[in-house]
């Protein structure tokens, strides 16, 4: 039995990792803001997530560390909210940092959050770790999310320790059941019969079902050669457009009406988020998963649609 500490665990990711650790037997603490925030068979204890307090000790003999403690970027990016999406990323990575300076037996491996969202806008280059272009485009509108990420892992990277092995998890889009997730705001759509192709549908998108993202975990944690940047995602990334089509096709949807980049404009304005999470291209490829020997149960994104339109049932 490992004991499994989740600092920013009671999000979406938060939930399907607890009670994928939890399922397992192992021990799971949640380190949470409110008392309230619900869990599943978990322990919370509290922190605020950004200064050092009792809360450091959960993580004395733990044997993995786990942060995903980031405000939602679903929403407009105005000053406040930039702020907000920063510090809520930057503050909780470097406190935990010095939580583990202070364990006499800190955690073997600690996994961090980060997002595939880092690497260049691009149509044709599949990034991998290696020749993945970190560079923002200002036709994607993703200046201010790549700058978010870059920060995020260097004050990740900076926080030195010579016993815990660390991992920058650029995380695709996951695909659950959970509020936060994409796709029941892709089922929804299609249902209403706005399931088209999105601003031309050109653009790629990349993403990971949660039962891969749960064994991918757990294969970092298990490979003590895997230490650094990490893509977690499907080997196939896949076109908006294509993208929309399965979802019709998964849900018998007879139509979706397109919707062009002036509509999705209004639509996020309305809707208080921003364009950019529609609109840049993702053709990001999980490089130091697949040589190190990882299957994926998902590895097209049919496939992980139908399971997941199949568990609606
Ligand atoms: N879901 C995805 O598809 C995806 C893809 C790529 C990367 N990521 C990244 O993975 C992480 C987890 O994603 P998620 O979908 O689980 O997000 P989520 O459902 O929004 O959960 C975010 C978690 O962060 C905590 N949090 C927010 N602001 C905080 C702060 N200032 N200090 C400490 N904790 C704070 C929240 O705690 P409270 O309940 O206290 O607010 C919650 O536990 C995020 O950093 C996200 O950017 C997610």
């Known amino acids: 039995m490992k004991r ?96 583990i300076k202070r364990c006499a037996s800190p955690p073997r491996v600690w996994l961090n959050a980060s997002t595939a969202t880092i690497y260049k806008h691009s149509f044709d280059h599949p990034m991998d770790e290696m020749s993945g272009v970190i560079e923002a485009t200002p036709e994607a509108k993703d200046l201010f999310s790549v700058e978010v990420a870059k920060t995020w892992e260097r004050v990740f990277v900076e926080a030195d320790m010579p016993c815990t092995r660390k991992v920058a998890m650029r995380m695709a889009m996951v695909l659950g059941h959970g509020a936060n997730s994409v796709y029941p705001v892709l089922r929804r759509l299609v249902r209403t019969g706005w399931g088209g192709a999105m601003a031309g549908g050109k653009q790629f998108v990349s993403w990971i079902h949660n039962a891969d993202l749960c064994r991918a975990v757990d294969w970092l944690i298990d490979h003590d050669e895997l230490a650094g940047p990490v893509n977690l995602a499907a080997p196939a990334p896949l076109t908006n457009a294509e993208m929309m089509r399965l979802m019709r096709e998964a849900h018998g949807a007879l139509f979706g009406l397109p919707a062009a980049r002036w509509m999705l404009e209004v639509g996020a ?45």
């Open 269 to 313: 304005l309305l809707l208080r988020t921003e364009t950019e999470l529609l609109i840049k291209s993702r053709r990001v490829v999980p490089g130091r998963l697949l040589a190190s020997g990882f299957d994926f149960q998902f590895a097209t994104f049919d496939a992980a649609v139908a399971e997941l339109a199949g568990s609606f049932k």
């Open 4 to 99: 499994v500490v989740l600092a920013g665990g009671s999000g979406f990711l938060g939930h399907v990792l607890a009670r994928h650790f939890v399922a397992k037997g192992d021990d799971v603490v949640v380190l949470i803001r409110r008392p309230s925030a619900g869990l599943v068979d978990a322990r919370g204890v509290t922190w605020d997530g950004h200064s050092l307090g009792n809360w450091w000790r959960v993580l004395d003999g733990a044997d993995v560390l786990i942060n995903l403690a980031g405000r939602s970027v679903d929403c407009r990016y105005h000053a406040r909210n930039r702020r907000d999406i920063l510090d809520s990323r930057v503050r909780p990575t470097r406190v935990l940092g010095e939580a």
